[in-house]
């Protein structure tokens, strides 16, 4: 079975302060996918990045940047120098063999100004 | 490139009565998948389709809730009658290739369902 778990259910913070959201999985699958989406109050689901699990290249993409261990079943997520508009709550979600994909219950992100 | 569409964003019914939403996924995308989101909890999967056929709807209230997808394209989820546990947000994605959870899906906008 599958499972993701962010164990921060909500975070505040600073504007400019920098931040790392968690994200622990389970999965007795060799090979799987790691994704992060961004839900603002709109409520739409927004893609931000896809791992593989056989590329733990840390990947950062303006400032945002992601920290993929293997080792220790983790994906974590980092916004540097945060913003409001940052504000959202945040998914951390697994794929694989399993034929859906397993989302993590979130984390309340507040930036505040 | 146009998103997920989904339609309406908003609805609100009575219990026992009757719901439609509405999915048009992203062009050439073959898998399209429904999910249901309730309030403080992760997005969790009703029904995936590849092309007009069902890959999986082990997930899906069988007795209450239908989907379908004519032509392999646009998608109807049905809640026929709505109960108060269905109050939830209701998500459409789609992605380009595979079922299931090995390729990126893109999300709609949601159909936020309020049932009283």
């Known amino acids: 079975a599958q499972k993701v778990t962010q164990a921060q259910t909500e975070i505040s913070v600073v504007e400019k302060e920098d931040v790392t959201l968690d994200c622990v999985y389970e999965?007795?699958?060799?090979?799987?996918?790691l994704f992060w989406y961004k839900q603002p109050p709109s409520g739409e689901l927004v893609f931000l990045i896809r791992r593989n699990s056989f590329d733990e290249q840390n990947e950062i993409s303006g400032r945002y940047s992601w920290n993929f261990q293997k080792s220790t079943s983790s994906f974590n997520f980092t916004i540097t120098a945060s913003q409001v508009v940052d504000s959202a709550v945040y998914f951390c979600?697994?794929?694989?063999?399993?034929?859906?994909?397993?989302f993590g219950s979130g984390t309340q992100l507040t930036v505040l100004p | 490139e146009a998103g997920v569409a989904q339609s309406p964003r908003y609805k609100i019914i009575e219990k026992r009565q009757s719901v439609a939403f509405w999915c048009n996924p992203i062009?050439?995308?073959?898998?399209l998948y429904w999910y249901q989101q309730i309030l403080g909890q992760g997005p969790k999967l009703l029904i995936q389709?590849?092309?007009?056929?069902?890959?999986?709807d082990s997930q899906l209230p069988k007795d209450r809730f239908s989907a379908e997808r004519l032509k392999g394209v646009d998608s109807t989820l049905k809640i026929q009658p709505a109960k108060l546990e269905d109050s939830a947000v209701y998500l459409c994605?789609?992605?380009?290739?595979?079922?299931?959870?090995?390729?990126?899906?893109?999300f709609g906008p949601g159909t936020r369902l309020t049932v009283l």
């Open positions: 062009s050439g995308h073959a898998t």
């Open positions: 979600a697994l794929g694989g063999s399993a034929r859906q994909l397993t």
């Open positions: 999965t007795r699958d060799t090979t799987y996918y």
């Open positions: 389709f590849q092309n007009n056929g069902v890959v999986d």
């Open positions: 994605a789609s992605s380009a290739r595979l079922a299931g959870g090995r390729d990126t899906q893109y």
